[in-house]
């Protein structure tokens, strides 16, 4: 194949995505590469709680009608994300002082709406988002500390009865690689797994540091392929330290490469999605001060040699 989405779809049906940005859509340049190179879209902000439903009961649904309706245009998938997260909740959530009862009532009905408008047309959703503390315990977050534990399991029970086709994924970062929490997220899924919550997939943000792939990726989409679960790189950037010169690109198209390989060196990694299209549309810089250039593509759309290893290795 020629193009990222070609290429992927050659490799046993994978699909290749692009993270968002609701207001570059209208941007020609860039609506037309988001259409050429992908197959997947993720809307990078606006299904999220803060946008979707920023008043209590009132559904904010332009933005994802938006991606649905352009995905629909240009034959690709889209990538739901996200609906139980403790960042970028509306304030009427994050100050709200809920029973447990009420928070459950609010959560059943936020997933049921947003899951519920999107049935058919999003195939995968990120049910919970970021659970996990670092050592595999659970994040403490306004529905650990309302609910219990039983919050996740009860999300994915919503999400399922909105939409029985939709897969259903837990999603979290610096789980890349095997380590204490990504042996966590491994336990919950087993055990959900076990009681029959139905949960179909992981999705390993992998938002890493040049050259730092985690040498045990493979390996660790392994162990949870092997639970019968897919795996999807669903959040893929590699920052480096600004300034960029080539021979970082060259370490970063080295470690493109070598993400894309443990993909595809497992059967149930169906896709894999990169978060922004160009350097400059990436988030990166406004989180990790003075790191930089984690994307693809350059801000006047160039391809960068990990673009050209990516589609290389695929
Ligand atoms: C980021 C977006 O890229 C930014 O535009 C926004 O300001 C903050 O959120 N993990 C996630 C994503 O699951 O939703 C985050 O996206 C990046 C980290």
């Not at 047309?121 to 306004?142: L, S, Y």
Request: proline share 3%.
């Amino acid at each position: 194949g020629s193009t990222l989405r070609e290429a992927a779809a050659d490799e046993g049906g994978r699909f290749y995505g692009v993270a968002v940005n609701d207001s570059m859509l209208s941007n020609s340049q860039y609506a037309n590469l988001v259409a050429q190179e992908f197959s997947s879209v993720t809307a990078e902000n606006v299904m999220k709680w803060e946008t979707i439903q920023p008043s209590q009961g009132q559904f904010n649904w332009s933005g994802g009608d938006r991606l649905v309706n352009f995905a629909q245009q240009n034959n690709q998938k889209v990538y739901g994300h996200t609906l139980v997260w403790h960042s970028q909740m509306p304030g009427w959530l994050e100050n709200g002082n809920f029973s447990a009862a009420q928070l459950r009532q609010i959560t059943n009905n936020h997933i049921s709406q947003v899951v519920g408008r999107y049935a058919g047309d999003i195939e995968r959703w990120d049910v919970v988002n970021e659970a996990f503390n670092e050592d595999g315990t659970r994040r403490q977050n306004k529905w650990q500390q309302t609910i219990g534990d039983g919050y996740i399991a009860e999300a994915f029970r919503a999400a399922n009865a909105a939409d029985p086709s939709a897969k259903l994924f837990i999603n979290d970062y610096n789980v890349e690689g095997i380590n204490s929490k990504s042996t966590g997220m491994y336990n919950l899924v087993r055990s959900l797994l076990d009681q029959g919550v139905p949960i179909h997939g992981v999705g390993l943000q992998t938002h890493l540091i040049l050259g730092q792939v985690p040498s045990s990726l493979q390996q660790n989409i392994q162990r949870f392929a092997d639970l019968g679960l897919e795996v999807v790189l669903t959040e893929i950037d590699i920052r480096m330290q600004m300034p960029s010169d080539s021979s970082k690109l060259q370490q970063q198209a080295n470690d493109f490469r070598a993400v894309t390989q443990a993909c595809l060196a497992v059967s149930r990694c169906t896709g894999m999605t990169v978060w922004g299209l160009r350097d400059g549309d990436s988030w990166v810089p406004d989180v990790f001060q003075g790191y930089g250039a984690p994307l693809l593509f350059t801000d006047s759309y160039q391809k960068k040699p990990a673009y050209d290893a990516v589609l290389s290795a695929l």
